[in-house]
């Protein structure tokens, strides 16, 4: 097992608030690693600085080996290509006019000149069309618009567009928060099934303990922009180190013992 990604000494400052504060940590190719915390304890920030979509004040990030601070331009817009993100809410990020071709499509002509203009217009839905079929929709619904789907559509629809450029890493923040129970079920089995079908390795932001108990292979516990715990899911449900875990543990709402019980064997 290799690490795909290598944080270390990582901080970053707003004003005097450490967002981030001397993180050093990896992830394994592979995995699925939950980070987990309350509002404010700095999950987003991190996975922003681990997508270089934010500088950091210090520290270093290392994605495949090559630290993103000192990339040239254009091996960075590479590396950019195998990461990929997925956000709670698909819907406030997708142009209300744009059909799903579009939509999905839109990485694809970015980067590939050969699907724009009239000749690349049938490959390009051909592409689409193999991208949905992977999440589950029918590639007839190309023609549609973003308005016309479920909210578990449209994250299906979301996963689709970022796996178009092929990525490596994808970061999922709060990807099934805005999702019934039964549909968040289903869009965390697609994930599962993708992750590994296509070699996926997946950093899972939520502060849905029962969630990252289905999905996570291991659990980043953040407080006040620290790691406070990292331990395998399994070792953490049953016997967690830190107090602050203990404390996140029980806010737990499933007063069931019998179900704390479950999470410690699964
Ligand atoms: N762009 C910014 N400017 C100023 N402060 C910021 C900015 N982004 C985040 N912060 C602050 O950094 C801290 C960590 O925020 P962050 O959004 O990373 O936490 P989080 O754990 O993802 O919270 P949530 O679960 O609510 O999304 C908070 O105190 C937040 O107010």
Redesign the pocket.
């Known amino acids: 097992m290799t690490n795909l990604v290598e944080i270390r000494g990582l901080r970053k400052d707003?004003g005097a608030?450490a967002?981030v504060d001397h993180v050093d940590l990896d992830v394994v190719g592979g995995e699925t690693l939950a980070v987990v915390?309350e509002?404010?304890?700095?999950?987003?920030?991190l996975t922003r600085l681990l997508l270089r979509l934010e500088e950091p004040t210090t520290g270093s990030v290392r994605f495949a080996g090559e630290d993103l601070a000192t990339l040239p331009a254009a091996r960075l817009r590479k590396v950019r290509r195998e990461m990929q993100v997925v956000l709670q809410d698909p819907y406030s990020s997708m142009n209300p006019r744009l059909r799903v071709t579009e939509i999905v499509g839109e990485p694809l002509v970015t980067h590939e000149r050969g699907l724009r203009g009239r000749g690349g217009r049938n490959r390009l839905r051909a592409r689409v069309g193999e991208l949905l079929d992977a999440v589950g929709l029918a590639p007839e619904v190309q023609d549609r618009y973003p308005h016309e789907f479920s909210g578990g559509q449209r994250q299906r629809i979301s996963i689709a567009r970022a796996l178009a450029l092929e990525p490596r890493l994808v970061v999922l923040d709060e990807p099934t928060s805005a999702l019934d129970v039964s549909v968040q079920a289903q869009v965390l089995d697609l994930l599962a099934d993708l992750q590994s079908r296509l070699q996926l390795t997946y950093v899972f932001v939520s502060?849905n303990l029962a969630v990252v108990q289905q999905i996570a292979d291991r659990v980043a516990v953040?407080r006040a922009g620290k790691i406070v715990e990292l331990a395998a899911k399994r070792q953490l449900f049953a016997k967690p180190e830190h107090e602050y875990t203990r404390t996140l543990l029980d806010a737990v709402p499933d007063p069931d013992p019998r179900r704390a019980r479950r999470w410690a064997t699964s």
């Open positions: 707003y608030v967002a915390g509002s404010g304890s700095g999950k987003t920030t502060h953040m």
